[in-house]
């Protein structure tokens, strides 16, 4: 698992073997996030207002949970409000300084300096072992990266 905050936002990376809830019933994942809160805030967080809740799954790789905080609650200072929007099939990628980590592997993206690969063409052994050298990149974020100059490997394994 990876935790870390970047102003109002906090991102939580679970890897597949941590997940002890069902990722298709909405009420399980609502439950872990509302106790995932909690935790934050028994650890001291400010923790209250409006929270934009997103939870990407990967059957490969796990959970990507982002809580973006919206806004302030006016006139309950100590409520915590959570719009929740779950997307089961998300498609996630590692970002990765080293070819070498991943060499052994086809359809090995390059742009800015970093090497991208898709989650699922990586060995479970792998991927858990990958993931302490890489950051965990969305799908939505790497097409940003993907418009712009971007070169593909296509090694034969």
Known sequence: MKFSIIDEEIKVEIFK???NFDISCHSEV????KQLMLSLKRKG?????????KVYYNESFGLIIKIIK??????FKELVDL????Y???KMFLEIDDYFLIKNYKDIYLANG???IDVNLIKEDDLFKLCEFSKVV???DFKKIKNKKLIVFQNIV
Do not use: R
């Open 17 to 19: 073997s941590l997940i």
């Open 30 to 33: 609502e439950n872990y996030i």
């Open 45 to 53: 967080y400010n923790i209250s207002g409006f929270y934009i809740v």
């Open 70 to 75: 919206e806004d302030d609650l006016e006139l």
């Open 83 to 86: 719009k929740i929007t779950i």
């Open 88 to 90: 089961p099939k998300s």
């Open 114 to 116: 970093k090497y991208y």
């Open 138 to 140: 969305l799908e939505e």
